[in-house]
C-alpha cells in the first residue's frame, strides 16, 4: 500500500539509511518493524504496528489494565518516534527524550547487547547471545561486560539501576521529568529495546563487531531488511516477530512477578505464542497486522438506555449523519459518534438493527468497518424488494464510523440499543452464553410469558429472570424475535420495560410471513423487557446469553473481527463448502478451523446467517456442536425467500457449531467478532 511505502521511506531517511530507502520501500510485503503510516483518525505520525498495536495486545494478554497496556505501548512506540499519542479517547500523549536513534544511548535503545538471561538468570527466547557480535577493541567482551539489556531490565523491572543520562518524559503535556525505574513508561522502553536487540540482531552483527558503534557509512553499506530476514516471503519479518514478541510477553509477565501485580493473566505463554504466530503470518501489509491486533482488543457491552435511531436517509434533516437515499452500487460512511445517540468515540463496535426500504429489488447489503476493504460478506437481502430487518454487531472503522454498501436503490434506518468498549472503561458488561432456550412463545397456554396473541397496537411485557438459567444480575439480552402474524405486520419494537416505546422498529413483516431478527436487549423495571406490534401476531422470544457485570465464572469478553465468511454451502464440497443441506439434515461447522482465523478460545461468535432456500423452510436452527438441538429457531423462510439473521452462537465441542434445516436450502455462515475469556 502506498501508506505503508510511505512509511518505510520516512523511517530509513530518519535513520539515514537512504541508500536502502528505495529497495526497501519498493517491497509489497511488511518492512521488519512494519512501519506504515496511520489508518485512523489520530496523531498522524508514523508508527511501528509491533511496538503500539502488538505490544499493547501482548500486555493486555499479561493482565495489564486497558489503560495500563495503552501507556506502556505509547511509551514503546516514542522510543523510535519521540511524540506518540494512540487512538483512543484515554490514549496518553507521551513526548520522550533521550531516545534517538544514533544518539548517545542507541545502544541501550535500540542496538543493545543481548546475553541468554535476563537480570534474573531467566533464559531468552532463541537462546541466542548477541554479546559475542559485539567484541570491543576496548577488551569489552560479553559476558565480561555488562550486556546493556540487563542495565535496562534492572532499571525498568527490578529498580536496582539507572542508566546516564535517563531519558525525559512529558504525558498529556505535564512538566517534563525524568522516566522512573519500575514504572510503566520505562517497561515501555525496555520492552522496545528488548525487541530491538532481536530485530536488529544480525545487522549488529555484521555492522557492529569491532566497537559496538553504528556509523551512517556503515549502516548505508547493507540493507537491513535483507540481512535480518530475506528479500522475499514467507520470511519477512516472522523470526523477529517470533522471537521477539515472545521475549516482549516474557518481559511483561517478568515485570508482573517482580512488582507484586496481583491475579493471574488471561493468556499463558502458549496461547500467547501462538497469537503471536498468527499475527506474523499476516504479511500482506502493515495496516492488516494493525487491524488484527486492534481487533483482538478485548471489548465489554454498554448498553443504551433506550434503543436510538442514528440513521434514517428517509429524512436527512432529523438525521444529519444519513444523507439521502442510497443510490444502486453506492457505498457510505456513516460516523456513528457523531450522530445524537451518544456514542462515545472510544466505541470499538456497535450492535445495530439496520433495516431496508428497497426502492425495487435489493441484490443485498454489506455494512463493514469504515477503513477497510469491502468484505466479501453480506448483512441483509431483500431480492423481492420487500422492506426487510437484520441485527448486526459491525466493527467501528476510522472515524467511529461504518460502512454500508447497497447493490441497488435503497432507504436504509439504522438503530443502536448498545456499543462496546475496550474492557475495563467501567461500567461495562461482560457476555455470559446460554444454551438457546426458549422464554416466551404467545402460541402456549395464556399466561406469564405465554398467550394469548397480541393485537394490534398492543404492549407486552416479557418475564426473562429465572427462566432458561437467566440470573437476576443480567443486565441486557441476547434474544431473537420471531413473528407468526395473523396478516401484514408494519413492525414490531422491543425495549426495555418501563420506559416510552422509542421510535425504532426490531422487524418487519409486511407480507404477513413468519420473520425472526436478533437482538441485544436492555431489561427494564424487574427485568422486564417489552414488545410492541403494530398488528395481530403470535411472538416468539428465545435466548442465547445475557450482559452482566464482569467478575463470574464463564465471563467473555467480545473481540471485533474483520468481517469474514466462514462457510458457503454454494462452493465446492467440502468442510465449509458443499453440498447443499437437505431437509432434516443436520451439519457440523468447525469454525476455529475456517479461513477467518479465529482462535481456539473463542467461546461464542457473532454471526450472519443466509438461506437461500429451494423451497418452503420452515426454519434454521444454530447452536453449540456437541449438546441436544434445542427446541429454539434462528430464522424462518416459509415462503422459499432468501432470507438473513444475526446470531450470537455459543461454541460447542472443539469451537464447532451445529446447523439444523428442515426443508432443502444453501446455508451461508458470515462473522464479525467472537467472545473469549
Same mark, same amino acid.
Given at each position: 500500500m502506498e501508506s505503508s511505502g510511505t512509511g518505510r521511506r520516512l523511517f530509513l531517511a530518519a535513520n539515514i539509511l537512504l541508500c536502502v530507502a528505495a529497495a526497501a520501500a519498493g517491497r509489497a510485503s511488511a518492512y521488519y518493524e512494519d512501519i506504515t503510516s496511520t489508518w485512523s483518525s489520530w496523531s498522524g505520525n508514523t508508527y511501528s504496528t509491533f511496538h503500539y498495536e502488538l505490544t499493547r495486545r501482548l500486555a493486555l494478554g499479561a493482565g495489564f489494565s486497558v489503560v495500563d497496556a495503552e501507556r506502556i505501548a505509547s511509551a514503546d512506540a516514542a522510543v523510535d518516534v519521540g511524540t506518540f499519542q494512540g487512538e483512543f479517547s484515554f490514549s496518553p500523549l507521551v513526548v520522550l527524550k533521550g531516545t534517538p536513534r544514533f544518539g548517545s544511548l542507541h545502544t541501550y535503545y535500540h542496538f543493545p547487547r543481548r546475553g541468554l538471561t535476563n537480570a534474573s538468570g531467566d533464559a531468552y527466547p532463541s537462546g541466542t547471545d548477541s554479546c559475542s557480535y559485539f567484541t570491543? =577493541?576496548?577488551?569489552?567482551? @560479553?559476558?565480561?561486560?555488562?550486556?546493556?539489556?540487563?542495565?535496562l531490565d534492572r532499571w525498568a523491572v527490578l529498580g536496582t539501576a539507572v542508566p546516564s543520562p535517563v531519558p525525559t518524559i512529558s504525558v498529556n503535556g505535564s512538566v517534563e521529568a525524568d522516566v522512573a525505574g519500575r514504572s510503566?513508561?520505562? !517497561?515501555? &522502553?525496555?520492552?522496545?529495546?528488548? =525487541?530491538?536487540?532481536?530485530?536488529?540482531?544480525? @545487522?549488529? $552483527?555484521?555492522?557492529?563487531? $569491532?566497537?559496538?558503534t553504528v556509523t551512517p557509512p556503515q549502516a548505508c553499506q547493507l540493507s537491513w531488511h535483507d540481512l535480518e530476514y530475506g528479500p522475499n516471503p514467507p520470511n519477512v519479518g516472522y523470526p523477529y516477530t517470533q522471537f521477539a514478541a515472545r521475549a516482549v510477553f516474557q518481559g511483561l509477565l517478568y515485570y508482573r512477578v517482580h512488582n507484586g501485580l #496481583?491475579?493471574?493473566p488471561p493468556w499463558d505463554e502458549a496461547t500467547a505464542f501462538a497469537f503471536v504466530d498468527s499475527w506474523a503470518a499476516l504479511f500482506a501489509s502493515a495496516d492488516r497486522r494493525a487491524f488484527a491486533a486492534i481487533a483482538t482488543l478485548p =471489548?465489554?457491552? *454498554?448498553? !443504551?438506555?433506550?434503543? @436510538? *435511531? #442514528?440513521?434514517d436517509t428517509r429524512s436527512p434533516g432529523t438525521y444529519p449523519i444519513s444523507g439521502g437515499t442510497m443510490g444502486a452500487g453506492e457505498s457510505r460512511s456513516f460516523a456513528v459518534p457523531s450522530s445524537a445517540c451518544a456514542i462515545p468515540s472510544n466505541a470499538l463496535a456497535y450492535s445495530l438493527n439496520a433495516t431496508v426500504v428497497p426502492v425495487g429489488i435489493l441484490g443485498y447489503l454489506t455494512m463493514w468497518p469504515s477503513g477497510q476493504a469491502q468484505p466479501f460478506v453480506s448483512t441483509l437481502n431483500s431480492p423481492d424488494g420487500r422492506i426487510k430487518a437484520n441485527a448486526a454487531i459491525v466493527p467501528a472503522g476510522a472515524g467511529g464510523a461504518v460502512s454500508a454498501y447497497v447493490t441497488d436503490s435503497t432507504e436504509l434506518i439504522l438503530d443502536v440499543n448498545g456499543y462496546f468498549v475496550p474492557s475495563g472503561s467501567g461500567g461495562d458488561l461482560a457476555f455470559y452464553p446460554v444454551s438457546p432456550c426458549r422464554i416466551s412463545d404467545t402460541r402456549n397456554a395464556p399466561g406469564p410469558n405465554g398467550g394469548p396473541t397480541l393485537q394490534g397496537g398492543e404492549s407486552r411485557d416479557i418475564f426473562p429472570w429465572d427462566v432458561c438459567d437467566i440470573p437476576r444480575s443480567a443486565q441486557a439480552l441476547s434474544l431473537n424475535y420471531t413473528v407468526v402474524p395473523k396478516g401484514p405486520l408494519s413492525y414490531l419494537t422491543t425495549w426495555p420495560a418501563g420506559q416510552d416505546k422509542p421510535f425504532v422498529s426490531t422487524l418487519n413483516s409486511p407480507t404477513g410471513t413468519i420473520v425472526a431478527n436478533a437482538a441485544i436487549v436492555p431489561m427494564g423495571s424487574g427485568g422486564q423487557v417489552s414488545v410492541y406490534v403494530t398488528s395481530a401476531t403470535d411472538v416468539i422470544v428465545d435466548v442465547n446469553g445475557y450482559f452482566a457485570p464482569a467478575g463470574s465464572a464463564g465471563a467473555l469478553s467480545f473481540y471485533k473481527a474483520t468481517p469474514c465468511r &466462514?462457510?458457503?454451502? *454454494?462452493?465446492?464440497?467440502?468442510p465449509f463448502g458443499g453440498p447443499a443441506m437437505s431437509g432434516g439434515e443436520s451439519r457440523s461447522i468447525p469454525v476455529p478451523a475456517s479461513a477467518c482465523n479465529i482462535p481456539a478460545s473463542a467461546r461464542a461468535?457473532? !454471526?450472519?446467517?443466509?438461506?437461500?432456500?429451494s423451497g418452503a423452510l420452515s426454519y434454521l436452527t444454530l447452536w453449540p456442536a456437541g449438546i441436544t438441538r434445542p427446541t429454539v429457531s434462528t430464522l424462518n423462510a416459509p415462503d422459499g425467500s432468501l432470507t438473513s439473521n444475526a446470531a450470537l452462537v455459543p461454541a460447542g465441542l472443539d469451537g464447532a457449531i451445529d446447523a439444523f434445516v428442515t426443508g432443502p436450502t444453501h446455508l451461508?455462515?458470515? !462473522?464479525?467478532?467472537y467472545f473469549a475469556p
Open positions: 570491543s =577493541a576496548t577488551g569489552d567482551v @560479553c559476558p565480561g561486560g555488562v550486556p546493556e539489556i540487563d542495565m510503566l513508561d520505562s !517497561l515501555g &522502553i525496555y520492552l522496545h529495546s528488548l =525487541a530491538d536487540s532481536y530485530s536488529h540482531q544480525e @545487522c549488529m $552483527r555484521l555492522v557492529q563487531k $569491532r566497537d559496538h #496481583a491475579g493471574s =471489548a465489554t457491552f *454498554r448498553p !443504551l438506555a433506550s434503543p @436510538c *435511531r #442514528a440513521v &466462514i462457510s458457503d454451502t *454454494r462452493d465446492p464440497v467440502g461468535y457473532s !454471526l450472519n446467517a443466509t438461506v437461500v432456500p451461508i455462515l458470515d !462473522l464479525n467478532g
